[in-house]
């Protein structure tokens, strides 16, 4: 089947195994978009409807965001409207912060960095879906460095003792990680260990961080794919949302029970093995002219 009438296509096999992909790869620290890009580009699924696929196995793992931090979420929520009506009535201290008031903030710093990027976004997810994954396969192994890296650090700073440098740090790697085969969780998570943050707070900023980046981007892209002429099987686009919801939920809990024991470089080592296979596939493309999905009878 060739690439085009498979991506105009959607079957339930390909979509259960799309957002179990998704569910995993979006938090444990191995970058969700570029195994999907690499996924698609092995079976030939692309176009429209695996945009608009993607953009739904993204809200699903948003789910599982609320759902796994929702005491520390709904914290912030209520102090982002506390902290409104001191600046109104003059009562706001920057020193006299609670840790839930001073993370939250350093949550909106982090996010503002990376709206700028978003004006020239079409530059980092234009790797995606190109038909070369050398690409993702650099961006793996730099996902890999940053993993080996930042299993050496040993902070101690909580939310409560973060500063503007340290989101500002975090919010950087979160606009690199736009790139596919870059992890975001696995960026971000390292930036806050680079940063001195423990290991439950450096988790807990990467992943809230995570909610504003992943719902801005799939509200403005779920526009223009809704005003297109393709056909959209809801039942299917459902049941990839609750798989990657459910999926993400559980892979949220085995990156905290990882990082807690020390074994957060098990993720280095297999971005480490990804990362060279996809370089190695990519060239062997270039240089036999032919394709991994034709090698692969797809």
């Not at 520390?72 to 506390?82: A, N, Q, R, V, Y």
């Not at 902070?155 to 990680?177: H, I, W």
């Not at 060239?283 to 034709?294: A, D, M």
Request: aromatic share 12%.
């Amino acid at each position: 089947m060739s690439a085009i009438h498979r991506g105009d296509n959607m079957d339930i096999v390909s979509v259960i195994i799309q957002a179990i992909v998704q569910g995993l790869t979006e938090f444990l620290p191995v970058s969700s978009s570029g195994h999907l890009s690499v996924i698609q580009h092995i079976t030939g699924y692309s176009g429209e409807t695996a945009l608009v696929l993607s953009i739904v196995l993204h809200l699903g793992t948003l789910v599982a965001v609320f759902a796994a931090f929702w005491s520390t979420i709904w914290g912030m929520i209520k102090e982002f409207f506390l902290t409104v009506g001191d600046i109104f009535t003059g009562k706001f201290s920057w020193r006299e912060m609670n840790p839930t008031r001073r993370m939250m903030i350093m949550v909106i710093i982090a996010t503002l960095i990376l709206i700028p990027v978003y004006l020239v976004k079409d530059f980092f997810t234009a790797r995606q879906g190109d038909g070369d994954i050398v690409f993702e396969g650099i961006a793996f192994l730099f996902t890999a460095l940053l993993l080996f890296l930042s299993d050496r650090c040993s902070g101690t700073k909580t939310g409560g003792k973060m500063k503007v440098s340290d989101a500002v740090t975090v919010g950087l790697f979160q606009c690199v990680a736009l790139f596919p085969g870059v992890s975001r969780s696995g960026s971000t998570t390292a930036a806050g260990l680079f940063c001195g943050l423990d290991k439950n707070t450096a988790v807990t900023f990467a992943f809230v961080l995570g909610i504003p980046a992943i719902l801005g981007g799939s509200v403005l892209e779920i526009g223009d794919a809704l005003h297109s002429d393709m056909e959209i099987n809801w039942l299917y686009l459902g049941i990839g949302f609750i798989v990657a919801a459910a999926v993400g939920f559980l892979a949220i809990k085995l990156v905290k029970w990882l990082l807690a024991k020390d074994r957060f470089k098990i993720f280095g080592v297999y971005t480490l093995l990804i990362g060279t296979a996809c370089v190695v596939g990519g060239l062997w493309e270039h240089i036999s002219g032919n394709s991994l999905s034709s090698l692969f009878g797809m």
